[in-house]
């Protein structure tokens, strides 16, 4: 995104380029090349419901780094502070396939990656008094100690200049054990304004992880996080804060591809907050994010623009004319 007004989002993390097989991998099945990254996911979702948005990250001197960089720009993201790593180390890459019935198989090469050399000096200098949130997942403090530290530094810098700090525990149990999230993710979570996890994660950010969920939540806010966000899938999700909790069903879709879900959650969430909706309206914008990422095939690329948000309260059958 260009321009004089920088993002008022800024989303930090990995973004790899993505190979999606059309079948089996091992069959030498045809692949489709594109990109993923949590991160970047929530970027693309803001930028496409017409807010300013940033993502911040290291990509490999190459054509895959290339490819983030130049799809990131089409979707008007702001790169103007991602890194290109000039001491050999690749883009990160992921390959997935569709196994038996909705299960998808993704494997990760993103060992010795750039994105995993992130560092604090890389992004601090994109947040400033512009910014009104930072976006962080759980996943990027996983990537590499460099990567954590960078993570940590960013959530201090937006709490010095008052930005809020959104964190996503998106927990990846392939990058680490529980014990390791927990170990980083509790005191990250103190960092946090808005708080989002599965409702199967939230043992990871809990003093308490024995606690009931209705428990953690209100000793959560208690600690001072504005508000804790629980998502369920297929059965929709809760909002909590000082007023209470609002729950809210998932919107009823044919499930195409549910990779990137939580994503479009976010961005839809993050996306009201900006617009100043209450906490019912940001469920519902969240949950319809959801349901177009969910209905159509890739991470980002069925996210909806702000014309299209009101399409599935419209008739079934609709033809639009």
């Known amino acids: 995104m260009t321009g004089t ?6 989303t930090v993390g990995e973004t790899m380029a993505a190979l999606r097989a059309t079948g089996p991998v091992r069959l030498g099945a045809p692949m489709q090349l594109s990109v993923a990254g949590a991160e970047a996911n929530v970027a693309i979702g803001l930028a496409r419901l017409g807010h300013r948005a940033g993502w911040v990250g290291r990509v490999g001197d190459d054509e895959f780094g290339a490819l983030v960089l130049r799809t990131l720009r089409a979707e008007r993201v702001d790169v103007s502070h991602a890194q290109l790593d000039v001491d050999g180390r690749p883009t990160g890459l992921l390959a997935r396939e569709d196994r038996i019935a909705d299960l998808v198989s993704v494997a990760y090469y993103r060992a010795g990656s750039a994105g995993s050399a992130l560092r604090a000096e890389d992004l601090l200098p994109a947040l400033n008094h512009g910014v009104r949130f930072l976006h962080l997942t759980g996943i990027t403090p996983a990537l590499s100690p460099t990567a954590a530290d960078a993570v940590r530094a960013a959530a201090a810098r937006a709490r010095e200049l008052g930005i809020g700090v959104c964190l996503d525990i998106n927990y990846r149990a392939r990058l680490w054990s529980p ?27 809990s003093e308490n992880p024995s606690l009931p969920e209705r428990d953690a939540v209100a000793a959560l806010l208690a600690q001072g996080r504005r508000e804790v966000v629980i998502t369920r899938g297929g059965d929709g999700a809760s909002a909590s804060d000082a007023e209470g909790t609002v729950s809210t069903v998932a919107r009823k879709v044919p499930v195409v591809d549910v990779v990137g879900a939580g994503d479009a959650f976010v961005a839809g969430y993050l996306s009201a907050m900006l617009d100043g909706l209450d906490i019912g309206g940001r469920l519902h914008r969240a949950t319809t994010t959801g349901a177009f990422a969910v209905s159509t095939k890739g991470d980002w690329e069925g996210l909806p623009t702000r014309r299209d948000l009101d399409l599935l309260d419209r008739p079934a059958g609709t033809t639009l004319r």
């Open 179 to 205: 014990a390791e999230a927990r170990e980083v993710l509790l005191p990250l979570a103190r960092t946090a304004d808005v708080l989002v996890a599965s409702a199967d994660e939230l043992h990871l950010v």
């Open 5 to 10: 007004t920088g993002p008022e989002v800024v």
